[in-house]
């Protein structure tokens, strides 16, 4: 076994969950690769361990620097009421296209994916809840802070919003054509990617929109 | 509080986990709904407990009747292997659009979410193996059963599938156009939807590909 070369950047973390395994190919290793995902991706997958049992469910985050604000989720919520810190799991899965390759064995997707491990602290004092709910706004919907009506105290004080640091967390990411083993070559079968696109539809104004408010700017030329 | 009304559809499945504490009107009680999300995603976000601590990541998987199969991640690889069978629980997400409300705190989104809690069991025989791979490649790749290579026996062998049964499930959905508290609809904000579409790019040859092997029609003609 070779020594593994030096690596430029410093590793994004080292703990045993955060190491890769396996494909280890696979494995980003710098901050750049994780704000990337984050800041791509709109929703997040929230796991954790609510009596004993697994609960993953889907929750809108927002990053600012190394923290990633998330909405508390009803489980989160009973845990923080019982005076328990939930440990966490947040994952964010970002799809680029499906890998069709000569077998049905190496068919996989390019993807990548970013998984954070740790306890948030519930976000407290009303100055950094406002702060961190325009981090999540800015992420969720950019623009809307200085369009909409900002919240006010007591929709301050209804949410619950939890900070985790991005201390504990790994990089994962296909990328790249089908690699099958040269054996296959000859097969006559298809072999390529099929990209995956998302992008936003035409604005729908609601039903009980005044005719004369055009959509705006940071609504219409919204971009993915 | 008035009784429920009585529902054409027996109840999806009745644990208290599977059923919303609040925002109850976004709960999907019938099968059709579970059936429809799985169908529609792609992947699903697997959270277990490894160790006592949670896990998430994202899995490929496909459904036949009231089963699910789950290509086996690392963590429920590591917990059959001590004999374990996990306990999971098994999420799958469809953005549709965002919800730009008059105010911040009523901003959302629309989304279909579905969430399968169970201990799925290990796929051991291997015709039964066979099928669950067929399954898993019609949902990720359809048409690539009988376009590319299957299966051979080795590689039945290495890879480890998941079976879990859809027996205590929910589904949540959010639909329809923001809702403003009256006091707000003076506003001069914008208000309405900005819908969030998927769709497959043009299929891209992998760079050994034979130039006379043509992208065939179950690629090339794929729909989302």
Redesign the interface.
Known sequence: MTEPTASPAPPLSATP?TTL??KKDRAGTDRACLHEVLDAG??C??????D???????T?YGRDGDVLYLHGS?GARSMLAAGEEP?????V?L?D??V??????D?S?N?R?A?I?GRPRPVVDPAEKEHA?RVL?DH??PG??D?????NAK?LAA?TVLALPLDEASVKARTG??T?DPA??S???????????????????????AAD????PH?AD?RI
Chains 1, 2 share one sequence.
């Open positions: 969950r395994g396996r709109l929703i997958h929230l796991g954790l361990v609510l004993g049992h697994p609960q993953v469910l889907p809108g009803s440990e966490v799991c947040v994952t899965t799809l296209a499906v069709y390759s000569r077998t049905l064995n068919h997707m993807y994916s998984v491990y709910l706004s969720l919907a809307s802070w369009h909409a009506r900002v919240p929709e949410v054509p089908p099958d296959e070559l097969s006559p079968a298809w072999a390529g990617l099929l990209p995956l696109h998302s992008r936003w539809g035409t604005p729908v104004p609601a039903p009980d929109l408010i055009p959509v705006p609504i919204r």
